[in-house]
């Protein structure tokens, strides 16, 4: 997969694709609406970052392309591209565990803290790697 020309945007199978790793300057969007909800949007080569609704979704350190990002109630799943050590912070249901898989390997299970974040970290390249995070 490639970067993706526009900040944000809707996959034909609803998911969201957004952020570049690729650029220098800061891109971002403050009012992307899908349905009631209010994406933020902000990326460039050192950070990508995600908001609903006033909320953390994803950020990662640096930047990154994330492809098709899913978000269900148990499952929260995407594929990410970028360069260098990344690390990845969800933010998902407090004090509740999760099994992190990447490209279908369990790297680990993981409790969030209390505000519902977890971090976790991978070495990325151009090549996608997919991410899938699961509650038990």
């Given at each position: 997969m490639a970067v993706i020309n526009e900040v944000i945007c809707i996959e034909a199978d609803g998911s969201l694709s957004f952020g570049n790793y690729e650029v220098v300057e800061k891109q971002k969007i403050d009012d992307f609406k899908v349905g009631s909800d209010e994406?933020?949007?902000?990326?460039?080569?050192?950070?990508?970052?995600l908001s609903k609704n006033?909320?953390?979704?994803?950020?990662t350190v640096?930047?990154?392309?994330?492809?098709?990002?899913?978000?269900?109630?148990?499952?929260?799943?995407?594929?990410i591209e970028g360069f260098h050590n990344t690390m990845i912070t969800l933010e998902l249901e407090?004090?509740?565990?999760?099994?992190?898989?990447?490209?279908d390997v369990n790297l680990d299970k993981v409790?969030?803290?209390?505000?519902?974040?977890?971090s976790f970290s991978l070495e990325?390249?151009?090549?996608?790697?997919?991410?899938?995070v699961e509650k038990h």
């Open positions: 994406y933020k949007v902000r990326t460039h080569k050192d950070v990508t970052r006033g909320n953390l979704v994803l950020e640096p930047g990154s392309t994330v492809h098709s990002l899913k978000i269900g109630d148990r499952v929260t799943s995407f594929e407090a004090e509740s565990v999760y099994s992190i898989y990447v490209d409790t969030t803290n209390v505000t519902g974040k977890m990325l390249n151009s090549d996608c790697k997919a991410v899938r």
